[in-house]
């Protein structure tokens, strides 16, 4: 029995596009999956391995608790044996409301509140106490907020205009919404007259609502007469329906929309703990539970290690493991209270490793989406020694990674490919790094950084002065226009303070292509997403004579049985869930009278398979070819244009992202890491593109960690030295060739990458 290997065995792969793919992947090591966006690198990890190994593990459990779980259909495969539980750390943003934070997301913060509860003087009571989602807890001023978000009259009225003008700004209560038609129709105001010459009591009465201890009647008319309804006035109604609520969780309004027309300042009675001041009396060694959220990770670390009292001791002893797993991962100057959604990329994917490495438990397989993602070359030391540290306790470690450095620590090697997409789908290569030099793969592992030895000349700047938002230390400093700049440093050190928001408060015409996900669905396709579906069906509207409607999935075109999904999904009651191709339009969408019509020769569905490039050829409309130009522009010529975007990988979605952008005419383009997800080859394209776009006179300003971009730029801005406290300073400025003889851990890693790293 000791000959036998232990080894998960994977035969016949099918899901979407891996093309009948066999693999023994060995136990207990470091399996470093790797290939271009789109090769199946995720098809074999995410959408076979992971999910066949949940859903045994859910066969665990008695029917009805099954049936309550998260159900996951068996993936298409022959045969998959040997597989051991999962813990996947996925690429997609974390998730949460507006109050999610540091603290909530590690569960550290009910253990802080439990601490303060038993040993906090003066008592106040339970742990939930504590919390600013609490009755009694929460500040009674902002609600727990820690803002007070008020309507602001200027932003949301313009006195100027009637209200069937849109004096109402804010698009619920204009004559667009229910709302907006209600005042015009109430008759209470004259809706054809500007709200400036109103009199003044009816002036009050529209923004303000009646007097206070007074009710006004305003009829709703509806089809069967009309409804006795209160006036409540815009400004309270705004208040009550958009503000007293946890506006994150919105629907047909977002959170934008609504701090667009409003004002947001600190809380003066809470200081913007979102706390009762009576919750904020009670402290632990002269502290209160604000100050605790406040603390840098490290402070807090070392203030719990000071508890005398046994039952603190004891309580702390819970909160340090996770709090040390933070500070080891290069995150000890967040604190608990720092806002997840307000998380650079990579703080955001350590804290998610973070919180899942804390379990003694082994045989496991841990599966990693490219954990080096947003993480500056020199935190990737501190990554690989946590792989290392996972595997070390007899785990198995499945890495789907781009990075060098971390392929070059990997036991065992999987490249997919050799294309993407349609071109994909197969193993390249399978073994340890010593046998890859061999292989024509070996190319893009080898590649070095070429420093950008002659860049263009500098004529003119972007100015920023005495920017502090959050670690700035009150920086001024010019950015040149018309060139291609690079901001890096370390997470956390400024970079998106500095750009994200002070430049573009400045600068507030930029074109900025955030970190955030695009909303992908079954129903949406790549032809939706840009914006050219609706284009396509106006061609065939025209041809045919029929209306665009019929050649909508969503609309009056769609299968009657499946109903436009292309499959069914029957109702199996305890049993897995399964998809069925639907027989009636063959997984088409459409009906029969929608594929019958033509245009060029072609149904709609055929239309929606041509792929980027093969529609670049067959169309004549100039919007549509331009759309279609930028996905190929970005290298994603090979994808179909009916491709549903929930089908993408972490890579394709990044570059569709950054397309859709592109189409914008601008003059300031500020791009936050997009080299993210991308293969060594696909950052040579998307480069590309960005030349181009200086070439044609628009400034184009990157916010970066990939060495190859910060060689191949015009000018760079290092941040840091550090983060958080530590960080918030230029460190340096000036050209690829200048900072080869700096002294920053930026230019420390981009000599290393000027000689040969790998082999």
């Keep these: 029995m000791s000959g036998i290997k232990d080894e998960i065995i994977l035969r016949g792969l099918k899901e979407n596009n891996l093309k ?5 992947i060995p136990k207990e090591k470091i399996i470093v999956f790797t290939g271009l966006s789109g090769s199946g690198k995720s098809s074999v990890v995410f959408d076979t391995l992971a999910t066949e190994s949940r859903r045994q593990m859910t066969l665990n459990y008695p ?28 690429q997609r943003p974390v998730g949460g409301n507006s109050r999610s934070t540091v603290g909530t997301y590690m569960d550290i913060n009910p253990l802080i509140r439990l601490l303060f509860s038993r040993i906090g003087k003066p008592s106040i009571g339970s742990a939930n106490e504590f919390s600013s989602q609490s009755s009694f807890g929460s500040c009674p001023a902002c609600s727990g907020f820690g803002e007070i978000i008020a309507p602001d009259l200027n932003k949301m009225v313009d006195l100027e205009k009637s209200l069937r003008d849109y004096a109402v700004r804010f698009k619920p209560l204009s004559p667009s919404g229910w709302q907006g038609n209600w005042m015009m129709t109430c008759g209470l105001f004259e809706p054809d007259l500007p709200i400036k010459d109103y009199s003044e009591e009816k002036r009050q009465l529209l923004l303000y609502g009646p007097k206070e201890g007074e009710k006004v009647n305003a009829p709703f008319h509806t089809k069967n007469g009309p409804q006795k309804h209160d006036w409540d006035g815009v400004l309270p109604r705004f208040t009550r329906l958009y503000i007293n609520r ?14 667009a027309v409003s004002t947001h300042t600190l809380c003066p009675t809470c200081q913007g703990s979102g706390l009762n001041p009576k ?17 840098e990770l490290t402070e807090l670390l070392e203030e719990l290690t000071t508890l005398q009292d046994p039952l603190g001791e004891y309580i702390a002893q819970q909160a340090i493991p996770p709090l040390k797993q933070l500070v080891e991962m290069g995150l000890g100057y967040l604190s608990l209270s720092r806002k997840m959604g307000t998380l650079s990329g990579g703080e955001a994917q350590r804290v998610k490793i973070a919180r899942h490495l804390g379990s003694s438990l082994n045989n496991i397989t841990y599966i990693f989406d490219e954990p080096s993602a947003g993480l500056h070359p020199e935190e990737v030391d501190l990554l690989i020694q946590m792989l290392k540290s996972i595997k070390a306790q007899h785990n198995t470690v499945i890495v789907i990674e781009h990075d060098v450095s971390i392929i070059k620590v990997a036991d065992e090697i999987i490249e997919m490919g050799p294309g993407a997409g349609v071109n994909g789908g197969e193993v390249v290569y399978q073994g340890p790094v010593e046998e890859l030099k061999n292989k024509p793969t070996a190319t893009t592992l080898t590649h070095q950084q070429t420093i950008n030895k002659n860049p263009r000349e500098i004529k003119d700047y972007f100015a920023i002065s005495g920017a502090n938002h ?26 998106s303070s500095l750009m994200l928001e002070s430049f573009t408060e400045i600068y507030p015409e930029t074109i900025s292509v955030g970190q955030g996900g695009i909303g992908t669905s079954s129903r949406s396709t ?28 969503n609309s009056s075109g769609a299968c009657p049985i499946c109903k436009g999904k292309g499959v069914i999904t029957p109702d199996v009651a305890f049993a897995d869930p399964v998809t069925i191709p639907c027989e009636a339009c063959a997984g088409t969408r459409y009906s029969d009278e929608a594929l019958s019509y033509r245009y060029q020769a072609k149904n709609i569905v055929e239309i929606l398979e041509l792929t980027i490039d093969e529609a670049i050829s067959y169309f004549k409309m100039p919007k549509i070819i331009k759309r279609v130009n930028t996905l190929k522009d970005v290298g994603l010529g090979y994808l179909a244009l009916g491709q549903t975007t929930s089908s993408l990988s972490g890579g394709e979605i990044q570059r569709l992202k950054l397309a859709s952008h592109l189409q914008k005419e ?3 383009y500020l791009l936050d890491e997009p080299s993210i997800g991308l293969h060594t080859k696909d950052n040579g394209k998307l480069l590309d593109v960005f030349q181009k776009l200086v070439n044609k006179g628009n400034s184009v300003i990157i916010i970066e960690h990939n060495l190859d971009f910060i060689a191949a730029s015009d000018w760079i801005i290092e941040m840091g030295p ?22 920053t851990l930026t230019a420390k890693w981009l000599k290393e990458g000027v000689r040969e790293r790998f082999l």
């Design 20 to 24: 009948s793919v066999d693999l023994n």
């Design 666 to 668: 601008g003059q300031i």
């Design 526 to 553: 790549l032809a939706t997403y840009m914006g050219i579906m609706d284009d396509i069906r106006s061609l065939f509207s025209k041809e045919t004579g029929q209306p665009p409607g019929l050649f909508s999935f």
């Design 279 to 295: 919750v904020l009396e009670c402290r632990v060694n002269g502290f209160n539970i604000a100050e605790y959220d406040q603390f």
């Design 722 to 743: 550090g983060g958080g406290k530590q960080g918030g300073r230029i460190l340096f400025e000036g050209t690829p060739e200048e900072m080869l003889n700096a002294q």
């Design 63 to 90: 029917q009805y608790i099954r049936y309550q779980m998260p159900r996951y259909e068996r993936p298409h495969a022959d045969l998959m044996q040997n597989l051991s539980p999962v813990v996947v750390v996925e």
């Design 470 to 495: 959050n670690n700035l230390k009150n920086i001024s400093v010019t950015i040149p226009k018309n060139v291609l700049v690079s901001v890096c440093g370390v997470s956390g050190s400024g970079k």
């Design 246 to 259: 946890d506006i994150s969780k919105l629907k047909g309004v977002t959170q934008d929309d609504v701090l």
